[in-house]
């Protein structure tokens, strides 16, 4: 009798400490592939070119002055090229505007936001600075309030009215600037 109690204490304390080492073992190992795709996939993405920095030569290259954006006063060059004009940048503030959202109609929108203008333009700033306005007016009133919502709703829409202005300028306005964006 005293054999077979052995038996059954000897089965119990052996499988359960088998299946917390087995545990560790497999934690340890779904670490450690996690940390070989990460380090792969970050190996992957830094080798790609920044898309931001293509897209500024490509407008640059577009507007017919090689070189950098720069603000108004300020002077930078690559020391890749031999000579390079700069380019200067005026900053035209807009108008504060205040529209309805489509969905809740009851939303109001104020906006207040600057042109980045490329200083080289010889147009009417003034005439530009008002139809962007408009436009941006016009856009706005067509959103819903869930496609502003959060940090990425906000960004899309910075790069959606940017997209816009630099259409309707003809390639003059390098950005829009959103100083405020209050929705009430």
Do not use: C
């Amino acid at each position: 009798m005293a054999d077979t109690d052995t038996d059954v204490d000897n089965d119990g304390p052996d499988a359960s400490g088998r299946s917390v080492v087995s545990f560790i073992v497999a934690i340890v190992l779904m670490t450690l592939v996690s940390a070989g795709v990460g380090f792969a996939t970050g190996g992957f993405l830094i080798d790609q070119p920044a898309p931001v920095a293509e897209a500024k030569k490509s407008e640059a290259a577009m507007a017919g002055v090689p070189g950098k954006p720069t603000r108004q006063g300020e002077a930078k060059s690559d020391g890749d090229e031999e000579s390079q004009a700069v380019q200067a940048i005026e900053i035209i503030d807009l108008e504060p505007i205040v529209t309805n959202l489509a969905k809740p109609d009851t939303t109001w929108v104020r906006i207040e936001a600057s042109l980045e203008l490329v200083a080289a333009y010889d147009g009417d700033k003034d005439l530009l600075s008002r139809t962007i306005a408009e436009d941006l007016l016009m856009f706005t009133r067509t959103l819903p309030l869930a496609s502003i919502a959060g940090s990425s709703g906000i960004t899309h829409y910075k790069e959606d009215i940017s997209e816009r202005a630099r259409i309707r300028s003809g390639g003059a306005v390098n950005q829009v600037l959103l100083k405020m964006l209050v929705i009430e």
